[in-house]
Structures are given as C-alpha cells and as structure tokens.
C-alpha cells in the first residue's frame, strides 16, 4: 500500500533552535496536512496544504506542498519547549477518498537533557 | 479544544464484555470517522460515516461495529475484542466527504482527544 516516509523519526531540540522534518512518498499526493500529537491526547491540525507549491505558515510554523506533489516540510523556526510533542504529516492520495488519509509514523520532538 | 469529544478518555475491558466508545462534535459537520493508533504504528482509518451513512469500511473485523445515530454523534460498539486490539483510537469529523476529488479548503478533518482502549 501507499506510505509517507516522515523524517527524522526523532530529534532533540534547544531552546531558540530552528527545526525541520519532511514526508515523502513515491506517489502523488492531492492534499498535505500536519499535526501536532500531545502525550494522551489526539492530533491537533497545525497547516493544512491543498496545492503543488503552496507556502503556509501558522505563527512559528512553516510548511510546503512541493512542486512534484510528492513531498512535504514542516519547519518550526525559534522552537520553545512547548513544541514537544510528535508530529505527524498525513496526505490524501491523489485518486482517493477524503477520509482515507496516509499518515507518516511520526517525528517526536523532545528537549535536549 | 477541538470541538470533538470522546468518551469513556479511558477504558479497559475484558474480553467477553461488551462496551461502546461515544463521539460527540459540535462543529455542524457532517462527516464523522473512527480511526485507531497503536503503537509504533501509523494512523488507520476504520470507518467514514456521511450524513449519517456509512460510506468507508476499511476491512475492519466484525467485533468492532459502528453507529451513527445523526451528523453530531458517532459510537463504536466493541465485543469480543482481543488484547492486539488496544490501542487509542480517534475520532474525527470534517464539513463533509464527497468520496473521491481533493480534499477542499475548509473539509479538513479535525480530531477528537481519542479514548485509549485496554483489552485484558
């Protein structure tokens, strides 16, 4: 079946940091979204991305629907340490339903001890 | 708050019983669906539900079993369930689903906090 390939699967961040993670997938997507996980609780849509190329931001967050449709990136610029959490990426295949979105396995932001 | 809302938060059951899971969405949409993480797995989608027919069923086994009585409300009744069968699992709604075509601005799908289920 289809997968999204989401790296990195974890990374550590410092306060201040700038942090950056993609999925990637060999086929062609219609839509891109990423959300945001908390511990116990269900994903909060952070930006959501409907066309080839689109640039979005939310605050601190910036995210893109690349040009081949088949890829995108997610950057948290000056992170703080409430953007812990697991982050997901989830497309909806080109050709399929809405509610059948593929969801990446996720990166988990934690804080550098 | 995301203004979909589930309940039990927690549940564990045993294997013969049966109980039900209850999502509740205040946002007048009309597409509600059930989804299931376990862990170090990536999200599955169980069922999509639009204006109230069930219109997705991901090969889902029979001892899971959903109802949607009306747009704001959908259950999913559980029997017979079997220790590889915990995980959390997720509700979600959006405006609506139109099957097949792009997802629209607007439709996207917004998720509940999840009822984390524990089969012993």
């Known amino acids: 079946g289809q997968q999204l390939n989401q790296s990195p699967q974890s990374m550590f961040i410092q306060e201040g940091e700038d942090v950056s993670m993609n999925c990637t997938s060999s086929s062609i997507f219609n839509t891109w979204l990423w959300y945001k996980q908390d511990p116990g609780e269900g994903p909060v849509l952070l930006i959501a991305l409907y066309k080839a190329g689109e640039l979005t931001s939310n605050g601190r967050l910036t995210a893109q629907f690349g040009i081949t449709r088949k890829d995108s990136f997610l950057n948290i610029s000056a992170s703080i340490p409430s953007d812990v959490g697991i982050y997901f990426c989830?497309?909806?295949?080109?050709?399929?339903?809405?509610?059948?979105?593929?969801f990446g396995k996720g990166t988990k932001l934690s804080v550098k001890p | 708050e995301t203004g979909v809302t589930q309940t039990p938060r927690h549940l564990v059951m045993g294997m013969t019983n049966k109980k039900s899971l209850k999502c509740e969405q205040h946002?007048?949409?009309?597409?509600m669906y059930w989804y299931k993480q376990s862990a170090k797995k990536p999200l599955e989608l169980m069922f999509v539900?639009?204006?109230?027919?069930?219109?997705e069923n991901n090969s889902v086994p029979s001892r899971f079993s959903p109802e949607c009585p009306n747009s704001s409300h959908l259950f999913l009744h559980l029997h017979t369930l079997q220790p590889e069968d915990s995980a959390l699992y997720l509700c979600?709604?959006?405006?609506?689903?139109?099957?097949?075509?792009?997802?629209?601005?607007?439709?996207?799908?917004?998720f509940g906090e999840g009822s984390w289920l524990t089969v012993v």
């Open positions: 946002l007048g949409h009309n597409a």
């Open positions: 979600a709604s959006s405006q609506e689903w139109s099957g097949q075509g792009a997802i629209r601005s607007g439709n996207t799908i917004y």
């Open positions: 989830a497309g909806q295949p080109y050709g399929g339903s809405q509610g059948n979105l593929i």
């Open positions: 539900y639009n204006f109230k027919e069930q219109t």
